[in-house]
């Protein structure tokens, strides 16, 4: 029985642009032991090259197999509802290169779909376009619902927030793909060619990570590495199976790795 992990990334690998102590020397220990691992990050602006070179910099080698993207996980899913549909997209680079890598045609016109990701590049004109849209029928698909960090200065006005706005104007629910949607966490997986019995999800946020794979009945690990504190685990209805300060704290074989 093979065993295989899920892993987010900010937070948990590094800290914005700084490398979480111990981190490289846990994913060279995946690798040397031959263990299944991917990085499933909801930032769907970067393509998986992009993060394989941004890991590289921090000294982590890895290649894009083991990225997983909720730009990947949409340019799935759509292709799945619609084989050789159209979107119109307001996002960027990873977003728009995945979409078309699942034979979705990008339109600036009568779209099936109006997806929206991370992004600094799109303006209120096109919102509003994206907006008149999805009120003459297309779906409205956003790749996730992180929120901003509330941080002055903080370059991106947050996809929770450009989901909302879009949702007032529309009076639509967007359908999320990314984590904690079971459509990113079932995908990951089977990205990673595991069973729901050997996925083990680390992560730093109980309302993405863990809640995802808890709903997925994976094995979960919180780190406090990145915005989750122990003092609050109380105040969820789920709990994780496994708490670390860092990922440098974890060792293998898991507990409930039997066979592995």
Same mark, same amino acid.
């Given at each position: ?30 690798? &040397? ?6 990085? +499933? ?24 197999? $083991? ?27 990873? =977003? !728009?290169? @995945?979409? $078309? &890598? ?21 303006? !209120?004109? +096109?919102?509003? %376009?994206?907006?008149?849209? /999805? ?5 409205? *698909? ?5 929120? @901003? ?9 947050? /996809? ?31 990205? =990673? ?8 999800? *680390?992560? &730093?946020?109980?309302?993405?990570? *863990? ?20 003092? %609050? =685990?109380? $105040? ?17 074989? !898991? ?6």
């Amino acid at each position: 029985m093979k065993q295989g992990l899920l892993i987010d990334m900010d937070g948990v690998i590094y800290s914005g642009e700084e490398l979480i102590f111990g981190a490289d020397k846990f994913i060279k220990n995946l690798i &040397d032991e031959d263990i299944p691992f991917a990085f +499933m990050t909801n930032n769907s602006q970067r393509t998986a090259l992009e993060v394989v070179r941004k890991l590289k910099g921090l000294g982590i080698k890895v290649e894009e197999s $083991h990225v997983y993207t909720s730009a990947m996980a949409t340019g799935k899913f759509l292709s799945d509802q619609s084989p050789n549909g159209t979107a119109y997209v307001l996002g960027e680079g990873g =977003l !728009l290169s @995945s979409l $078309h &890598d699942y034979g979705i045609t990008l339109v600036n016109t009568d779209p099936e779909f109006v997806v929206l990701g991370e992004g600094r590049n799109f303006t !209120l004109e +096109m919102v509003q %376009r994206a907006v008149d849209m /999805i009120l003459a029928g297309a779906k409205f *698909i956003t790749t996730n619902r992180d929120p @901003s960090p509330k941080k002055p200065g903080w370059n991106n006005l947050g /996809i929770a927030a450009t989901t909302a706005m879009i949702e007032e104007a529309t009076g639509r629910k967007a359908f999320v793909t990314g984590k904690p949607s079971p459509v990113m966490m079932r995908s990951a997986r089977k990205f =990673l060619g595991l069973e729901t019995s050997e996925t083990t999800v *680390i992560g &730093d946020t109980m309302e993405t990570d *863990i809640q995802g794979g808890v709903q997925m009945g994976y094995k979960t690990i919180l780190v406090l590495s990145g915005i989750s504190s122990k003092d %609050r =685990l109380g $105040h969820y209805a789920f709990k994780p199976d496994m708490v670390a300060s860092s990922v440098d704290e974890i060792k293998f074989p !898991l507990a409930w790795w039997e066979g592995k």
